[in-house]
Protein backbone atom coordinates (compact mmCIF):
# COMPACT_ATOMS: atom_id res chain seq x y z
CA UNK A 1 0.00 0.00 0.00
CA UNK A 2 1.15 3.43 -0.60
CA UNK A 3 1.76 6.08 2.66
CA UNK A 4 1.98 9.29 2.09
CA UNK A 5 3.06 12.08 4.96
CA UNK A 6 2.90 15.83 4.86
CA UNK A 7 5.47 18.18 6.33
CA UNK A 8 5.96 21.87 6.65
CA UNK A 9 5.10 24.47 9.35
CA UNK A 10 1.90 25.16 10.92
CA UNK A 11 2.23 28.52 11.19
CA UNK A 12 1.94 30.65 8.35
CA UNK A 13 1.94 34.95 8.46
CA UNK A 14 -0.76 36.52 6.67
CA UNK A 15 0.68 37.51 2.68
CA UNK A 16 3.58 34.88 3.26
CA UNK A 17 3.91 31.75 1.07
CA UNK A 18 2.36 28.34 2.53
CA UNK A 19 4.92 25.02 1.74
CA UNK A 20 3.66 21.93 2.49
CA UNK A 21 5.81 18.36 1.43
CA UNK A 22 4.24 15.20 1.07
CA UNK A 23 6.83 12.03 1.27
CA UNK A 24 5.36 8.72 -0.44
CA UNK A 25 6.25 5.46 0.18
CA UNK A 26 5.39 2.46 -1.32
CA UNK A 27 4.88 3.79 -4.87
CA UNK A 28 7.04 5.92 -6.80
CA UNK A 29 6.08 9.30 -8.42
CA UNK A 30 7.34 8.54 -11.32
CA UNK A 31 5.33 5.31 -12.10
CA UNK A 32 2.14 7.15 -13.78
CA UNK A 33 0.07 5.17 -11.46
CA UNK A 34 -1.42 8.22 -9.65
CA UNK A 35 -2.13 11.91 -9.43
CA UNK A 36 -0.28 13.51 -7.17
CA UNK A 37 -2.82 15.73 -5.23
CA UNK A 38 -3.36 18.53 -2.76
CA UNK A 39 -7.09 18.64 -0.82
CA UNK A 40 -7.78 20.89 2.43
CA UNK A 41 -10.53 21.15 4.81
CA UNK A 42 -11.43 24.60 6.30
CA UNK A 43 -12.27 24.00 10.35
CA UNK A 44 -15.76 22.01 10.03
CA UNK A 45 -15.71 22.52 6.37
CA UNK A 46 -15.78 20.44 3.39
CA UNK A 47 -12.76 19.54 1.36
CA UNK A 48 -11.65 21.22 -1.36
CA UNK A 49 -9.29 19.59 -3.97
CA UNK A 50 -6.58 22.35 -5.24
CA UNK A 51 -4.62 20.01 -7.44
CA UNK A 52 -2.55 17.35 -9.14
CA UNK A 53 0.31 16.65 -10.83
CA UNK A 54 1.32 13.82 -12.92
CA UNK A 55 4.76 12.05 -12.93
CA UNK A 56 5.77 13.65 -15.98
CA UNK A 57 4.95 16.83 -14.75
CA UNK A 58 1.91 17.72 -16.00
CA UNK A 59 -0.19 19.98 -13.65
CA UNK A 60 -4.12 20.70 -13.15
CA UNK A 61 -5.08 23.32 -10.68
CA UNK A 62 -8.61 24.60 -8.78
CA UNK A 63 -9.46 27.51 -10.82
CA UNK A 64 -10.01 29.57 -8.01
CA UNK A 65 -6.84 29.08 -6.66
CA UNK A 66 -5.05 28.94 -9.89
CA UNK A 67 -2.84 31.76 -9.71
CA UNK A 68 -1.58 31.64 -6.51
CA UNK A 69 -0.96 27.39 -6.24
CA UNK A 70 2.14 25.54 -7.59
CA UNK A 71 2.58 21.88 -7.21
CA UNK A 72 5.87 20.78 -7.90
CA UNK A 73 7.73 17.04 -7.95
CA UNK A 74 11.40 16.25 -6.37
CA UNK A 75 11.96 12.74 -7.72
CA UNK A 76 15.07 12.59 -5.85
CA UNK A 77 13.26 12.59 -2.42
CA UNK A 78 9.95 10.78 -4.27
CA UNK A 79 7.66 13.51 -2.41
CA UNK A 80 5.91 16.38 -3.99
CA UNK A 81 5.24 19.87 -2.52
CA UNK A 82 2.03 22.55 -2.71
CA UNK A 83 3.31 26.33 -2.60
CA UNK A 84 0.25 28.62 -1.47
CA UNK A 85 0.85 32.40 -1.97
CA UNK A 86 -0.04 36.11 -0.70
CA UNK A 87 -1.86 33.72 2.31
CA UNK A 88 -4.73 35.07 4.45
CA UNK A 89 -6.84 33.72 7.16
CA UNK A 90 -9.03 31.75 4.51
CA UNK A 91 -6.44 29.69 4.00
CA UNK A 92 -6.42 28.18 7.41
CA UNK A 93 -7.11 24.72 7.10
CA UNK A 94 -6.38 21.21 7.08
CA UNK A 95 -4.22 20.43 4.04
CA UNK A 96 -3.92 16.34 2.92
CA UNK A 97 -1.85 14.99 0.23
CA UNK A 98 -3.41 12.33 -1.46
CA UNK A 99 -2.90 9.62 -4.66
CA UNK A 100 -5.83 9.61 -6.94
CA UNK A 101 -6.77 7.49 -9.55
CA UNK A 102 -8.92 9.06 -12.63
CA UNK A 103 -12.08 7.74 -10.47
CA UNK A 104 -11.10 9.00 -7.13
CA UNK A 105 -8.58 9.06 -3.96
CA UNK A 106 -6.89 5.84 -2.90
CA UNK A 107 -4.52 7.06 -0.68
CA UNK A 108 -4.66 9.63 1.73
CA UNK A 109 -1.83 11.68 4.47
CA UNK A 110 -3.34 11.99 7.59
CA UNK A 111 -3.46 15.59 7.08
CA UNK A 112 -1.63 19.02 8.78
CA UNK A 113 -3.04 21.81 10.36
CA UNK A 114 -2.08 25.04 8.97
CA UNK A 115 -2.70 28.05 10.65
CA UNK A 116 -2.51 31.26 9.29
CA UNK A 117 -1.91 34.12 11.44
CA UNK A 118 -1.74 38.20 11.04
CA UNK B 1 -17.94 24.62 -12.77
CA UNK B 2 -20.05 21.95 -11.85
CA UNK B 3 -22.06 21.86 -8.24
CA UNK B 4 -22.95 18.97 -6.22
CA UNK B 5 -25.74 19.45 -3.71
CA UNK B 6 -25.81 16.62 -1.02
CA UNK B 7 -29.18 16.40 1.32
CA UNK B 8 -29.70 16.16 3.92
CA UNK B 9 -26.97 18.03 5.62
CA UNK B 10 -27.76 15.56 9.18
CA UNK B 11 -29.77 12.77 9.84
CA UNK B 12 -30.29 11.07 12.93
CA UNK B 13 -30.89 7.13 12.89
CA UNK B 14 -30.32 4.31 15.14
CA UNK B 15 -27.98 1.08 14.43
CA UNK B 16 -29.67 -1.37 11.92
CA UNK B 17 -31.91 0.99 10.16
CA UNK B 18 -31.41 1.49 6.54
CA UNK B 19 -30.62 5.29 4.89
CA UNK B 20 -29.92 6.86 1.44
CA UNK B 21 -28.17 9.99 0.87
CA UNK B 22 -28.46 11.86 -1.89
CA UNK B 23 -26.53 13.99 -4.36
CA UNK B 24 -27.18 15.67 -7.16
CA UNK B 25 -25.06 17.65 -9.50
CA UNK B 26 -25.71 20.66 -11.29
CA UNK B 27 -25.13 19.43 -15.09
CA UNK B 28 -24.67 15.85 -15.84
CA UNK B 29 -21.67 13.56 -15.11
CA UNK B 30 -22.60 10.42 -16.32
CA UNK B 31 -21.25 7.87 -13.74
CA UNK B 32 -18.44 10.14 -12.81
CA UNK B 33 -19.09 9.90 -9.13
CA UNK B 34 -17.96 8.81 -5.61
CA UNK B 35 -18.55 8.51 -1.84
CA UNK B 36 -16.09 9.13 0.26
CA UNK B 37 -16.39 8.03 4.57
CA UNK B 38 -14.92 10.77 6.92
CA UNK B 39 -14.64 10.03 10.66
CA UNK B 40 -13.36 12.67 12.99
CA UNK B 41 -10.02 13.27 13.09
CA UNK B 42 -9.17 11.09 9.85
CA UNK B 43 -8.63 11.40 6.30
CA UNK B 44 -12.04 10.50 4.23
CA UNK B 45 -11.75 7.07 2.75
CA UNK B 46 -13.06 6.20 -0.56
CA UNK B 47 -16.21 4.14 -0.61
CA UNK B 48 -17.85 4.51 -4.30
CA UNK B 49 -16.67 4.98 -7.29
CA UNK B 50 -18.12 5.38 -10.87
CA UNK B 51 -21.37 5.85 -8.94
CA UNK B 52 -21.82 2.26 -8.04
CA UNK B 53 -18.30 0.26 -7.75
CA UNK B 54 -17.11 -0.90 -3.93
CA UNK B 55 -13.98 0.38 -3.52
CA UNK B 56 -11.30 -1.92 -1.99
CA UNK B 57 -12.20 -3.94 1.52
CA UNK B 58 -15.69 -1.71 1.57
CA UNK B 59 -18.33 -3.61 3.08
CA UNK B 60 -21.46 -4.94 1.15
CA UNK B 61 -24.05 -2.75 3.09
CA UNK B 62 -22.64 0.00 1.04
CA UNK B 63 -23.95 0.57 -2.21
CA UNK B 64 -24.18 3.23 -4.78
CA UNK B 65 -26.57 3.76 -8.10
CA UNK B 66 -27.35 6.89 -10.03
CA UNK B 67 -26.28 8.31 -13.21
CA UNK B 68 -26.68 11.84 -14.79
CA UNK B 69 -27.31 14.27 -12.17
CA UNK B 70 -28.71 12.47 -9.39
CA UNK B 71 -27.11 9.76 -7.51
CA UNK B 72 -28.05 8.35 -4.06
CA UNK B 73 -25.47 6.06 -1.45
CA UNK B 74 -27.76 3.51 0.70
CA UNK B 75 -26.05 1.60 3.45
CA UNK B 76 -28.70 -1.65 4.01
CA UNK B 77 -28.61 -1.55 8.28
CA UNK B 78 -26.50 0.75 9.64
CA UNK B 79 -23.34 -0.66 12.12
CA UNK B 80 -22.09 1.66 15.18
CA UNK B 81 -18.82 2.84 13.16
CA UNK B 82 -20.85 3.92 10.02
CA UNK B 83 -21.94 7.48 11.72
CA UNK B 84 -19.88 9.69 10.34
CA UNK B 85 -19.66 12.39 7.32
CA UNK B 86 -20.49 11.00 3.83
CA UNK B 87 -18.68 13.33 1.12
CA UNK B 88 -19.93 13.06 -2.86
CA UNK B 89 -16.75 13.92 -5.41
CA UNK B 90 -17.37 14.22 -8.91
CA UNK B 91 -14.57 14.37 -11.99
CA UNK B 92 -14.65 16.38 -14.94
CA UNK B 93 -12.29 15.87 -17.92
CA UNK B 94 -11.87 19.18 -19.20
CA UNK B 95 -10.90 21.11 -17.11
CA UNK B 96 -9.38 18.08 -15.38
CA UNK B 97 -10.36 18.87 -11.71
CA UNK B 98 -12.78 17.63 -9.33
CA UNK B 99 -15.01 18.85 -6.57
CA UNK B 100 -16.91 18.02 -3.33
CA UNK B 101 -20.40 17.97 -2.28
CA UNK B 102 -21.02 19.91 1.26
CA UNK B 103 -21.08 16.86 3.17
CA UNK B 104 -23.93 14.56 5.22
CA UNK B 105 -23.65 13.75 8.84
CA UNK B 106 -25.00 10.85 10.58
CA UNK B 107 -25.83 10.68 13.73
CA UNK B 108 -27.07 8.41 16.51
Known amino acids: QVQLQESGPGLVTASQTLSLSCAVSGASIRSGSYYWTWIRQHPGRGLEWLGHIFYRGTTSYNPSLQSRTTISLDTSKNQFSLKLSSVTAADTAVYYCASFVDYGAIWWGRGTLVTVSS | ?108
Not at chain 2, 67 to 72: I, N, P
Not at chain 2, 82 to 97: E, H, V
Request: proline share 7%; hydrophobic share 30%; glycine share 8%.
Open chain 2, 1 to 108: EIVLTQSPATLSLSPGERVTLSCRASQSISNYLAWYQQKPGQAPRLLIYDASNRATGIPARFSGSGSGTDFTLTISSLEPEDFAIYYCQQRSNWPPMYTFGQGTKLEI
